[in-house]
T-cell receptor, first 110, second 115 residues
Framework: GQQVMQIPQYQHVQEGEDFTTYCNSS?????IQWYKQRPGGHPVFLIQ?????EVKKQKRLTFQFGEAKKNSSLHITATQTTDVGTYFC??????????FGAGTRLTVKP | DAGVIQSPRHEVTEMGQEVTLRCKPI?????LFWYRQTMMRGLELLIY????????DSGMPEDRFSAKMPNASFSTLKIQPSEPRDSAVYFC?????????????FGSGTRLTVV
């Protein structure tokens, strides 16, 4: 079946340090989405990537979609305490619904 | 739009009781999804609807779980009888497309505790 691996499972950083989470699939994806869930909250849509090699930026967040459309990354530059939460990728294989990765839990020490 | 609305926010019930979770999707979204989130299993898709019709219920864990969508603005997820292992946060989400193009909008969730 469709497998999506998200690494790392946890990441603890000092405020101001960078953070990256990776999402890897065993199959070619039609698109990938990223979500953020604050502690006690619900997943909130951040962005969608569709094209091979696509790179999108949202302020300090940079999202990349691999050339083979099997992997993606989310990079946060100079983390802040407001970045705390769990970051999920959600993947769609052609003609199938979205499946969520296990998430990367980010904690930021002030 | 007020977003996806779920009720109740919290539910504590005794084992064996019936539990009904409710969801109002965003108007105009044709797809509605029910997810369950636990520490052990993460976010699991239980079932999703398109235009009020159930499309894929392969994630529904057992016959104790059932979901309905009688109209475009309302869906329920029912557990009967409930068991302690059903304790989780249940999210409802809606979107324009099945693959979430443009993103899924999640409700605030229902935290279910079965004792």
């Amino acid at each position: 079946g469709q497998q999506v691996m998200q690494i790392p499972q946890y990441q603890h950083v000092q405020e101001g340090e960078d953070f990256t989470t990776y999402c890897n699939s065993s199959t070619t994806l039609s698109n990938i989405q990223w979500y953020k869930q604050r502690p006690g909250g619900h997943p909130v849509f951040l962005i969608q990537l569709v094209k091979s090699g696509e790179v999108k930026k949202q302020k300090r967040l940079t999202f990349q979609f691999g050339e083979a459309k099997k992997n993606s990354s989310l990079h946060i530059t100079a983390t802040q305490t407001t970045d705390v939460g769990t970051y999920f990728c959600a993947v769609s294989v052609y003609n199938n619904d979205m499946r969520f990765g296990a998430g990367t839990r980010l904690t930021v020490k002030p | 739009d007020a977003g996806v609305i779920q009720s109740p926010r919290h539910e504590v019930t005794e084992m064996g009781q019936e539990v009904t979770l409710r969801c109002k999707p965003i108007s105009g979204h044709d797809y509605l999804f029910w997810y369950r989130q636990t520490m052990m299993r993460g976010l699991e898709l239980l079932i999703y609807f398109n235009n009020n019709v159930p499309i894929d219920d392969s994630g529904m864990p057992e016959d104790r779980f059932s979901a309905k969508m009688p109209n475009a603005s309302f869906s329920t997820l029912k557990i009967q009888p409930s068991e302690p292992r059903d304790s989780a946060v249940y999210f409802c989400a809606s979107s324009f497309m099945w693959d979430g193009s443009g993103g899924y909008t999640f409700g605030s969730g229902t935290r279910l505790t079965v004792v």
